[in-house]
């Protein structure tokens, strides 16, 4: 089981990235999968999440990046997208790809991805 995010780097303010989160090895379907970040001397904070019930799937963005920021998913390549537009310095973190799984014989199970940086600097 695998979560492989790549796409961060250094974009001066203003400026645009999108995050690719790759979701490998499982065998059951998500209960949510999005991003989360970390600043330096800050606690980890959810950015952008999918929740997937049986019957629907919605989308919750964290107040700070509402409207410059989309979440999106290709189920054909277990694939998860941040489009981050309109980037400011507070948005300099290290990304997290984060996916939660529930099952019977587990229970509930936090899976994270290795993280991406993202800096925001002229």
């Known amino acids: 089981v695998q979560l492989q995010a790549s796409g961060g780097g250094l974009v001066q303010p203003g400026g645009s990235l999108r995050l690719s989160c790759v979701a490998s090895?499982?065998?059951?379907?998500?209960?949510?999968i999005g991003w989360f970040r970390q600043a330096p001397g800050k606690e980890r904070e959810r950015v952008s999440c999918i929740s997937i019930s049986s019957s629907d799937a919605r989308i919750s963005y964290a107040d700070s990046v509402k409207g410059r920021f989309t979440i999106s998913r290709d189920n054909s390549e277990n694939t998860v997208y941040l489009q981050m537009n309109s980037l400011k310095p507070e948005d300099t973190s290290v990304y997290y790809c984060?996916?939660?799984?529930?099952?019977?014989?587990?229970?509930?199970?936090?899976?994270w991805g290795q993280g991406t940086q993202v800096t925001v600097s002229s």
């Open positions: 984060h996916a939660n799984i529930w099952t019977p014989a587990t229970g509930s199970v936090d899976y």
């Open positions: 090895g499982f065998t059951e379907d998500y209960n949510a």
